[in-house]
């Protein structure tokens, strides 16, 4: 199985500021014939389902604001948020769509500093 | 507007089996691959079983091979989870969730508790 890994567990970002949080596959999740690597970044706010916010590593769902944005390739991979928003507290994952099982980041807890 | 919508969760003895259901619209459901993902209390995403379009081709996690069953009705736009000799790690919220690009929609759940 491919282990996606996280990082920080947590972050704490003041209003306005820039949030950035990793993501590193234990294989290269490159999809050969897309030349696009597999990987989606979701959030979760309490109660809520996920909801899908970059796929291909960095094409913003529909909808997402454009403060999102999503980087990386082979292993290693980035969502930013650019300017924090009260509305961005949640739980971030990234999950890998490679191959199954479509496994998932630990999570991120992204609060408000 | 696409919508999922879990049902079927309830208390059940470990040992025990339940049927959780997704009842789809405001998309072709027959066209989708379909997948189901549970999380447990205060934990992450954890994905269990995805099926294909057509119901020809499934596949599970390692933690519920050969215990859980998905299937589907295209013509009633329904995706199922049979879930038999339940255990205490069992217990989750669990939500179906359609492949598009990837998992674009997600329902709102539905809670399964294995508890005696």
């Known amino acids: 199985d491919i282990v996606m890994t996280q990082s920080p567990d947590s972050l704490a970002v003041s209003l306005g500021e820039r949030a950035t949080i990793n993501c590193r596959s234990s294989q290269s999740v490159l999809n050969s014939s897309s030349k696009k690597s597999s990987v989606a970044w979701y959030h979760q706010r309490p109660g809520q389902p996920p909801k899908l916010l970059i796929y291909w590593a960095s094409t913003r769902e529909s909808g997402v604001p454009d403060r999102f944005s999503g980087s990386g390739s082979g292993t290693d991979f980035t969502l930013t948020i650019s300017s924090l928003q009260a509305e961005d507290v949640a739980v971030y994952y990234c999950?890998?769509?490679?191959?199954?099982?479509?496994?998932f980041g630990q999570g991120t807890k992204l609060e408000i500093k | 507007e696409v919508q999922l919508v879990e049902s079927g969760g309830a208390l059940v003895r470990p040992g025990g089996s339940l049927r959780l259901s997704c009842a789809a619209s405001g998309f072709t459901f027959g066209s989708y691959w379909m997948h189901w993902v549970r999380q447990a209390p205060g934990t992450g995403l954890v994905w269990v079983s995805y099926?294909?379009?057509?119901?020809?081709?499934?596949t599970y996690a390692d933690s519920v091979k050969g215990r859980f069953t998905i299937s589907r009705d295209n013509a009633q736009n329904t995706l199922y989870l049979q879930m038999n000799s339940l255990r205490a790690e069992d217990t989750a919220v669990y939500y179906c969730?359609?492949?598009?690009?990837?998992?674009?929609?997600w329902g709102q759940g539905t809670l399964v508790t294995v508890s005696s």
């Open positions: 999950q890998q769509y490679y191959s199954t099982p479509y496994t």
């Open positions: 969730a359609r492949e598009g690009m990837t998992l674009d929609y």
């Open positions: 099926i294909n379009s057509p119901g020809t081709t499934t």
